[in-house]
């Protein structure tokens, strides 16, 4: 009886683990409805995302199904409320992508993205659901609608009208495989370019992101080439995680995409509904820059040759070296050391992780108001990340934010935002706040040091919180234009202005302190931070500069047939004027941002804001860096406005007049 008993219990244990709930399926029960991370298995998400899909698609063919005449409720503000399932799956899965990620992972997000790229495709060449959009974008006019609203529709309209509805039925067809083809081909380049950022931590035992300090202090100019090879080499080695193939494949989908939709190249349709609008104003708006950061570097390369000349009358250096790509940043160092007297193994102990974030909170505090509280018993997906409940100043709940700072390898390199929920006002009128994770790759605490930050490092925390300070201040009623989702080369403003108040004085005093003894950052010290500000800001806009126009010089091409990548590449940095003693901030083989990150034809965005955000700065240095006034408009006419707006518009209504051009080059010391 009893071994009857004990196969009965043994049977029901294995019923009731087999009727287990897919996490997905439930309502979450967790703060402020934080992903169950401790609760969701690896094979959750395939079942829970082909739910979403399945939901999505009935929630589609209801729109369509509806007998009543199209309005912009029963159409377009339906269909911006769809897909809440098919959101909360890739919310949490395709952030796991990039910072959490592991071979079964992988697997399933291939799969996914696959998935995700066919419904997308079923939904862009929906014909009887563009009908309906069509009918009421023909009555815009006189529906009286809010701008929002207005803005709303034309998004979701050119989101058919711009990506090929109108095409025959082969052609949508073939536009349905390109979009699924660039969609697995953009997911294989970034696992990778992770796998070739592992191997050169095995090979040297840094991550990507600790490379620019090891060749400030690598004192054998023998190992810096090597660790500069390596690093510039990326997917460049050949063998399985060799990117060349995948990149000229992507390349020439892009190519066959653009003119199918009647664009003579990418660029031409990717700048369509950006500020710039097209390929000639960015390729002018580059070249005015780069003339002005090439002849700075110049001079920086000359400074640096007359510190390598003394290691070479020291017998440090053969005789006749001169300045090399492997050599700009220690020799920068020693530049910086002589001119400045500024070591960045002094100001380093100044600026512990958690010190240097509690400022960026201090510093959003004091411009919006905002409140921080670490969520104690938050699910977390890995041991390195902390949570925090943002609140207003009236204690009204803002969002939630994720910090995740530390590198391993089951994380890309390279600093991020992104959302895991949007914010957005449902059908019945409930707010849905947003929850924010901010990602970066600084070094780790060691047994007796905690995680230090360079200067660079400070301000990548900065700009990345301007990114989460966009999607958590957000105040739209419409996922549509929530929040990030705007123009490309708009998105960066809110990041980068917000870099201005890192090194500000009064900032500094606030939050950085010795690791130590608590001791406030000397002022002296705070003086030559402020000194050497545009210290070696040749250097830093050519690279930034050079990658931008390798960008746009590849999606110009109207083939790639025939062409060799390292070939092509080395051709457009000669045209361009580069000088030896640099490479682009990212070559090609390993330019995540334009062949796995959305920034394709884009990579001058952060150069284009910089012009929106040093002259916007501007006024609030001429106001007061905590005026209230000016912090108050920012936050209405930017912050909370999401892509409500045409982006100039929304700029003029801050800033009362069109950004000066040569804001950007004043910040930056170049004129």
């Not at 969609?183 to 050169?200: D, I, M, P, Q, V």
């Not at 070296?321 to 050391?337: C, G, H, L, M, N």
């Not at 004091?366 to 997906?381: M, N, R, S, T, V």
């Not at 925390?461 to 549509?480: D, I, K, V």
Request: hydrophobic share 40%.
């Amino acid at each position: 009886m009893k071994r009857i008993l004990a196969f009965a219990i043994a049977i029901l244990a294995m019923t009731a683990c087999n009727q287990r709930t897919n996490p997905f399926l439930e309502d979450w029960n967790t703060p402020y409805g934080i992903p169950p991370f401790d609760q969701i298995q690896i094979t959750d998400y395939l079942p829970a995302l082909q739910e979403g899909i399945k939901a999505h698609d009935a929630e589609v063919q209801a729109i369509i199904d509806n007998p009543e005449a199209p309005t912009f409720d029963n159409v377009i503000a339906a269909y911006d409320a769809s897909g809440d399932l098919l959101a909360k799956v890739s919310g949490v899965l395709f952030n796991l992508a990039e910072t959490d990620n592991s071979d079964a992972l992988e697997k399933v997000v291939e799969e996914a993205t696959t998935l995700v790229a066919q419904h997308d495709n079923d939904l862009t060449f929906n014909k009887a659901l563009f009908a309906k959009v069509e009918a009421v974008n023909k009555q815009k006019d006189a529906l009286g609608l809010t701008r929002e609203q207005e803005m709303v529709l034309d998004k979701i309209y050119r989101s058919f009208a711009d990506n090929g509805i109108a095409l025959d039925q082969a052609g949508q067809d073939r536009m349905k495989e390109i979009n699924t083809e660039l969609s697995t081909l953009s997911n294989r380049f970034g696992n990778y370019l992770l796998k070739e950022n592992n191997a050169f931590k095995a090979k040297f035992g840094i991550s990507i992101s600790e490379y620019t300090d090891a060749m400030t202090t690598e004192e054998d100019r023998a190992k810096r080439e090597e660790m500069f090879r390596a690093y510039s080499n990326r997917g460049n080695n050949g063998g399985e995680t060799d990117t060349k193939e995948i990149i000229l494949n992507i390349l020439k989908l892009k190519q066959e995409k653009a003119k199918l939709l009647g664009y003579p190249n990418p660029a031409a349709h990717i700048l369509s509904d950006k500020m710039a609008k097209t390929p000639e104003a960015v390729d002018a708006f580059l070249a005015n820059i780069f003339k002005y950061a090439v002849n700075q570097a110049k001079a920086e390369v000359k400074e640096m040759q007359k510190e390598m000349n003394l290691d070479i009358e020291a017998g440090k250096v053969e005789k006749g070296a001169t300045i090399q790509p492997w050599d700009w940043f220690y020799y920068a160092e020693k530049v910086r050391k002589a001119k400045y007297a500024l070591d960045e193994e002094t100001t380093k102990p100044y600026f512990q992780m958690e010190n240097v974030r509690q400022g960026v909170f201090n510093n959003a505090s004091k411009l919006y108001g905002l409140q921080f509280e670490k969520i104690e018993d938050a699910p977390l997906y890995n041991p390195d990340v902390e949570v925090f409940k943002v609140s207003d100043a009236d204690g009204s709940l803002i969002g939630v934010l994720t910090t995740d700072y530390f590198p391993r390898e089951s994380k890309r390199g390279g600093a991020w935002m992104n959302n895991i929920r949007d914010q957005y006002v449902t059908l019945d009128g409930k707010m849905v706040r947003p929850i924010i994770v901010n990602v970066g790759n600084f070094n780790k605490p060691t047994a007796d040091t905690p995680s230090l930050l360079s200067l660079d490092n400070v301000e990548t925390m900065f700009h990345e919180f301007g990114h989460a300070l966009h999607g958590l201040l957000s105040q739209c009623r419409y996922r549509t234009v929530s929040g990030t989702a705007v123009a490309r080369d708009f998105v960066e403003l809110p990041s980068q202005i917000n870099e201005n108040w890192a090194f500000q004085k009064e900032v500094l005093a606030g939050y950085a302190k010795h690791y130590q003894t608590g001791e406030v950052i000397p002022e002296e010290l705070v003086d030559k931070i402020i000194a050497a500000g545009n210290f070696n800001q040749g250097f830093m806009t050519t690279e930034l500069c050079a990658a931008s126009i390798l960008d746009m010089k590849w999606h110009e091409l109207d083939s790639v047939e025939g062409i060799d990548i390292e070939v092509f590449e080395k051709q457009v940095c000669q045209e361009m004027g580069l000088i030896d003693e640099i490479i682009p901030r990212y070559r090609t083989t390993y330019f995540n941002h334009i062949f796995n990150s959305g920034y394709s034809a884009g990579y001058y965005s952060y150069l284009w804001a910089e012009v929106l955000d040093k002259d916007a700065f501007e006024l609030f240095m001429e106001k007061g860096i905590y005026d209230p006034a000016t912090a108050k408009s920012f936050r209405q006419n930017i912050l909370e406005k999401g892509g409500s707006d045409e982006p100039m518009t929304l700029y003029k209504n801050f800033r009362g007049a069109e950004p000066d051009p040569d804001a950007l080059l004043r910040a930056r010391g170049l004129k």
